[in-house]
């Protein structure tokens, strides 16, 4: 909720909005926690960037915004609002209008999102006809080709006849993305669109992507695993981890200054260009937990070397960092400990290093590596 | 590790071209033309060194590794190992070859038999190579890698699908090492797993190499892995060699455009860039199970 009470600096009315969702599957293992108590806003030609492992949840928040995720088994609470409407209550009819016109998609994998049978082309036409059944099949078409030229399709007159399979994945991806903002929706929500490309050709959708939101004016949402992804797309960040947003801030204040070991720990363990050759990463030990019986109080602290006692009891909320506008950080840490231990690690020093340099005690049981197998 | 040693490479090829039928239809098949995998590739891989092969798609990085394991055959050209020419070798000498050069997968569940205990899987080598006849010595090496691979030798009993995928991708080192290997190869080890499960493996494959005095050859899309883990790097693309240096040199100065749009493509991580501790200290990391 708090959220909503610290508007982004480019102040602009938020088009999605999310308070408090919460979103669990009811299995036959038991009742999996996907999503427990997620807020977040995107205003219009803005990008929000959603980072988190497998299981944090990121997807699920996205496609249960979308209505994508209702079924007999989910148990789904707290509200989503596109441009003020209540999307978790709307009727499926109501939903499928919304869906492609004003809240749009884009997935991972084009191969299983595009049908293999049928035309690009054609495709792209049911999308633009979908929402305009006034369109005629040759006016559909001159969309389509449209389109694809704006997605920077070469030859799009041609290619407008492909099948996805003639395509490569980057122009599979552009397709995509062309069938999405066919009818100019107001939030683009892009679940790890470039992970199956190469890295020269995901540098041009990432571009592609920015243009569009720009020109069109589009709330993004981005998500995506990968902080350098994140950091080329995103004005605003929020960290997923167990179901939870653990950390919220501007892009260039979560890079500059993170506040929470999650955070501390994925930008450590990452590999980057800019390190000096051969130098070692930190990994965080452990695995992302169980999301059927999560861990009490901080869910990340079996993995955590700073933690306390007290922290696996207390659960943090996310709470607005003093003195950073916009950053939020749900962690149990004083914001002085945090400056300090983050001073220590930015520096070089291993985890072990930082707590002992702040003067923090040896985690008071056993250390967050001795994790029992599955 | 420098590479620059005396005497023949541990391994290498010569003028290396494997070209593979490229063909139109499901029913009728028919041969449309031939493309060059791997198109006329010369590399030596120098005992003790971590090299780096990088490319994108298509660039025949994976194709080559296998030809470099005899995994493959090339359409022409010379694999040799030790100085000797091994392109068709059979047999006992085959069999040998393998005890001497692994094979890590991108994909652990996809190379471990699910039926198959993790146990089973990793004493497989011991049986194909008539090693360790004995039980007991085979359950206790069994237990050792295991334990060698950050595990716990318990997981012994437990089958494939009961474990994480860094977990499954220790099971995948530990059977690769089980034999002692000279040479590892290992093809984009951590391309499937999660962020934070892709530096423990990283970080294991490290300590493995200086503890067991490993060459290593890390086939990879991506340049900010091979940085951290190699000594020198082999740029590919469509099948042709565009660049061979030593790490430091090939990030600090690029000469071919290829290489230098390949490192301008990689999504830079801004604010302060934390390193680790430069030295690969052993048992760093190898003790926390994923």
């Not at chain 1, 949840?57 to 441009?83: E, F, H, Q, W, Y």
């Not at chain 1, 979908?130 to 997605?151: F, G, I, K, Y």
């Not at chain 2, 391994?11 to 494997?18: F, G, I, S, T």
């Amino acid at each position: 909720m708090s959220a909503l009470e610290q508007p982004s600096p480019a102040a602009a009315e938020p088009v999605l909005r999310v308070e408090d969702l919460r979103v669990a599957f009811d299995t036959r293992e038991g009742l999996v926690q996907a999503v427990a108590g997620v807020s977040f806003a995107v205003a219009p030609g803005r990008t929000l960037g959603i980072v988190g492992e497998s299981g944090s949840g990121k997807t699920v928040a996205a496609t249960t915004a979308m209505g994508l995720s209702r079924g007999p088994r989910v148990r789904i609470s707290g509200r989503v609002l596109l441009d003020g409407e209540e999307l978790l209550a709307a009727s499926p009819e109501r939903l499928r209008a919304l869906r492609g016109a004003q809240i749009a998609m884009v997935f991972q994998d084009p191969l299983s999102a595009l049908h293999p049978l049928l035309r690009i082309g054609d495709q792209i036409g049911e999308a633009v006809r979908a929402h305009r059944s006034d369109a005629s099949r040759a006016a559909a078409r001159a969309r389509a080709v449209e389109l694809l030229e704006w997605v920077a399709i070469p030859d799009a007159a041609r290619r407008v006849d492909a099948y996805p399979h003639e395509l490569s994945g980057g122009m599979r991806q552009r397709a995509m993305i062309a069938m999405a903002i066919a009818n100019e929706p107001r939030v683009l929500i892009a679940d790890e669109p470039t992970t199956a490309l190469d890295v020269t050709v995901q540098r041009q959708i990432l571009a592609l992507l920015r243009r569009l939101r720009d020109d069109l004016g589009m709330a993004m949402v981005f998500i995506t695993h990968d902080l350098g992804v994140v950091a080329e797309t995103a004005d605003e960040v929020a960290v997923m981890y167990a179901g939870r947003i653990v950390e919220q801030a501007p892009a260039h204040e979560l890079f500059a200054a993170p506040r929470h070991p999650y955070t501390w720990g994925l930008l450590r363990s990452m590999p980057r260009l800019e390190a000096p050759a051969g130098a070692a990463l930190v990994p965080i030990p452990g695995r992302p937990p169980s999301l059927i019986d999560p861990p009490s109080g901080c869910r990340f602290h079996p993995r955590c070397p700073y933690v306390r006692e007290r922290h696996r009891e207390v659960e943090p909320a996310l709470e607005p960092v003093a003195g950073a506008l916009g950053h939020r950080v749900a962690c149990l840490l004083s914001e002085a400990e945090r400056r300090a231990l983050w001073a220590r690690l930015a520096a070089g020093a291993t985890p072990e290093q930082a707590r002992a340099a702040v003067g923090q005690a040896a985690p008071a049981a056993a250390p967050p590596a001795a994790e029992p197998p599955a | 590790m420098s590479g620059a040693v005396g005497g023949a490479p541990l391994a290498e090829v010569e003028r290396l071209v494997k070209r593979f039928p490229l063909t139109r239809g499901v029913v009728f098949r028919r041969r449309i033309g031939e493309v060059a995998a791997v198109d006329d590739v010369t590399l030596a891989v120098h005992a003790g060194e971590s090299l780096g092969i990088v490319g994108e798609t298509g660039s025949g990085k994976s194709t080559l590794a296998r030809i470099l394991l005899n995994l493959l055959e090339p359409t022409s050209g010379v694999v040799r190992w030790r100085g000797e020419d091994v392109t068709h070798a059979r047999g006992a000498a085959l069999l040998k070859l393998r005890r001497a050069r692994q094979l890590v997968f991108q994909d652990p569940a996809g190379s471990l038999n699910p039926r198959k205990t993790v146990g089973a899987a990793i004493a497989d080598p011991f049986a194909i190579h008539g090693l360790l006849p004995e039980r007991a010595a085979r359950g206790r090496r069994v237990g050792e890698l295991l334990e060698q691979v950050g595990l716990d030798a318990a997981l012994a009993n437990r089958y494939p699908h009961e474990l994480s995928g860094g977990m499954r991708q220790r099971v995948g080192i530990a059977r690769a090492i089980a034999l002692g290997p000279e040479l590892l190869v290992a093809d984009e080890p951590v391309s499937a797993l999660d962020v934070s499960i892709q530096a423990q493996i990283l970080m294991l494959l490290r300590d493995l190499r200086g503890e067991l005095g490993l060459t290593l050859v890390l086939i990879a899309h991506d340049l900010a892995v091979v940085r951290h883990m190699c000594d020198r790097v082999a740029v590919m693309r469509e099948g042709r060699l565009v660049e061979v240096a030593p790490v430091a040199e090939l990030y600090a100065a690029p000469r071919e455009d290829y290489t230098r749009e390949l490192l301008a493509a990689v999504p830079r991580i801004p604010g302060p860039a934390p390193s680790g501790p430069a030295p690969a200290t052993p048992q760093s990391s190898s003790s926390s199970s994923t």
